[in-house]
């Protein structure tokens, strides 16, 4: 919650570089929910931590949480993009008459 301090921070698609750090911390390493995986701890604290002492472009994250919320926020729309252009290809694909651009 964002105090009178420090507004909230407003995601752009240049603090979408918090994927480079998720790759860099070998969080995908192990399958989501292994217990693997689970022995990361911290994890989510330095990427968070990472990102804050960054200038350009500059991140006022105040807890882990809001990396981890990014994170599904770009994975869901992620998917659901795959899953639209999925449903796009097999209707080209079932009626190629309609290809009549």
Request: aromatic share 8%; glycine share 2%; charged share 30%.
């Amino acid at each position: 919650m964002a105090t009178s301090k420090q507004p909230a921070m407003e995601w752009t698609d240049e603090h979408d570089i918090l994927l480079r750090e998720m790759i860099a911390s070998e969080l995908f390493q192990f399958k989501k929910d292994s217990p693997d995986r689970g022995k990361l701890e911290n994890v989510w604290e330095s990427i968070h931590e990472r990102l804050n002492k960054l200038y350009n472009p500059q991140f006022m994250i105040k807890e882990k949480r809001g990396v981890r919320d990014r994170w599904n926020l770009l994975q869901t729309k992620f998917n659901a993009l795959s899953e639209k252009s999925f449903k796009l290809v097999v209707s080209i694909v079932s009626c190629p008459k309609r290809m009549h651009l």
